[in-house]
Every structure is written in C-alpha cells, then in structure tokens.
C-alpha cells in the first residue's frame, strides 16, 4: 500500500528572504524554506527532496555563504539540530546546528582544551566541520572523533575521522551531498583553556571587523603569507564596490556597509584577486561560498 508523503510542499515557507538568514546579509528570496530540528525530520525532508528532485542547501548560521540578489531557486533547509551530550567526561555529541563559538566557550569554561579557537567564530557546527574551520593555529578536524551524516536518500550513518579527509579549509563533506547533523569531539584538560579563549575573543575583536556585517575571511591564506597582508600590501584597504568594501581593520574581510548586493561583493571579490595577482604575482582563492540561483554546484567565489 502506498504511504502518504511526510512532507508535502504546503507545508513549506516561501519566498524567505535569505539576507535575513546570513550574516553578510545579502540575498532575495528562497523558493521554499523550512527549519529542521531533529535528525529523523532532517532524515524525512533529504528523502522528500530526492524522491522529487528538489535542489536544496542546508544552512547553517549563515557564516560563510553569499546568496544571490535573486534568491536561491530550491529549498533551503536551515539546520536548526542543537542538542548538547557528553557520553564520555572529555567528549562532547553536539548537533550540527549548534554554535560553534558558544562550544569552544562552554569548553574551555569548564577546563577543556581544543576548541578555544572556535570563541566569535559566527558559524555552526556543522558549517565548522564541513569547512574544517580554523584559526590561531588550530582546526576543527583536530579534536573531531565522528559526524553524524544523513545522505540524500535519507539514510543516518556515523563516519569516522578516518572515514574523511580533512585539510586546510576542506573537509571531504565538500564533495558529497546531503547533510551533517551531528559530530563528536574528544578533548584535553587543562587549567589553562579559559584564559586562552579570552586571549583570542579579546584579540579577534581588536583585529576584525567584529560588528560588520561579513563572510568572515574571504581568501585562504597562501603557502606564503596570509591573505590579509597582501590585499592590504597591495594598497586595497577600504577599496569599494557599491556596498561592498574590503575592511579598514582587516584586509581578509569584505563587509556589507549596509546594501551591498551579491554582485558587487563579486566584483569586489575579483578585482582582489586580479590586483594581488598583478603587484605580487600570488593567486588568492576564496573561501566563501557563492550560492547560485540557479542550476549549478555551490562553490567558492
């Protein structure tokens, strides 16, 4: 006998405007929109959109990402999965939607090491895990024990560390479809952590632009330097495209002065690369995500 379907397209918001959802807030609306706060749910809606060939993107924070002025021709599936466990006294099971910043404070409140980098970084876990963030010498995959993925089909599996590969920004969920929904971290006692993520809040918010709206970093640092360093060596602090322009505090960041569109962080983007390339013969690569609207792989800019 035939089922009813669990997830019927009326149950579905539309037209959400993605510049809401983002913290460069930047983008038109999204075709459907739906948040998801449990696994089997998340499960159920990757089933639906295979079943039925619907393009979808799973957002986390909205860190990281740049829509299109357009809006996004799919569903956007906000990962709302926010459940904190401790099955072992140094590890954390933590949802994929979970703050990844308010982990790495949580932690190292309570005398653990490992993730006191993740303190102000504005994304989720899962977006931590899919890009392998990092920062102040230290990466996500470095404390990771497993992730809990759903594929596209709907199926719940838990992949190993060494089930995945990880690198600088990149982590193998890049290639794949479907959705992070959880992940556990092991972590190291220590009587120091709490001051060491001070040390790195107070720094961050002396050195970025804290309270602008950005991506975050916009380039991965090179083999030799960072990224910052160039574009501001290259005489392009506070360079402007419409309402984008590259931040007088930190080179790395673009920020959104209050209505910038998706082409103009694009041009602004480019223009980076072109001058870098030209005056110090080095090619910067994004690290941001450029969501089409249309038909096309989600990729750096």
Known sequence: MKTSPL???????????????????????????IEVDGIPAMQDLLAYCHAHQIRYFILGKGSNTLFDDRGFNGMVIANRINFLEKPEEDCWHVGAGYSFSLL????????????????????????????????????TSETLVSVDYVTPEGRLICLEKSDLTFRYRFSSFQQRTGAIVGATFRLTASDSAREKQLEIIHYRKKTQPYKAKSAGCVFRNPDCGHAGALIEKSGLKGKSEGGAQVSSIHANFVINTGNASSQDVLSLVDSIQQEVKKQMGISLESEIRYIPYDQGDFHPL
């Open 7 to 33: 997830i019927t397209l009326d149950q579905l918001e539309q037209g959400r405007l993605l510049k809401d959802l983002t913290t460069f807030g930047i983008g038109g609306p999204a075709k459907y929109f």
């Open 104 to 139: 790495g404070s949580q932690t190292a409140r309570q005398g653990w090491s490992g993730l006191e980098f993740a303190s102000g970084i504005p994304g989720s876990v899962g977006g931590a895990v899919y890009m392998n963030a990092g920062a102040n010498g230290r990466e």
